[in-house]
């Protein structure tokens, strides 16, 4: 629409630090807990007793791996790398 009729839907009403947010991620996070200590076929904590270290270690090495690389990922493209994408560019 040219009068600007989408502008209500084009921009939320709340910001990322809006109780909505919270909310979905304390649900999510009592929804995985719930979930690990139900005893079930696939239930984490009962699976993880019952099997011993050896058969869920290698796995949390690796989750734990990818936390980690995820938590010295920079977002933001340093000063070095701007400056290349600028020299590129004038070429």
């Avoid at 629409?1 to 839907?9: R, S, Y």
């Avoid at 807990?33 to 270290?53: C, K, P, Q, R, W």
């Avoid at 058969?55 to 989750?63: T, V």
């Amino acid at each position: 629409m040219a009068d600007g009729g989408h502008d209500a839907v084009d921009e939320p009403a709340a910001d990322e630090s809006s109780t909505a947010k919270w909310i979905s991620i304390i649900a999510g996070a009592a929804m995985i807990v719930m979930s690990a200590v139900t005893n079930y076929e696939d239930g984490f904590l009962s699976h993880a007793i019952s099997t011993g270290v050896n058969a869920w270690l290698p796995f949390l090495a690796i989750g734990l791996g990818e936390l980690a690389t995820a938590a010295m990922t920079d977002p933001v493209p340093g000063e070095r790398s701007a400056r290349a994408r600028e020299a590129r560019r004038t070429i």
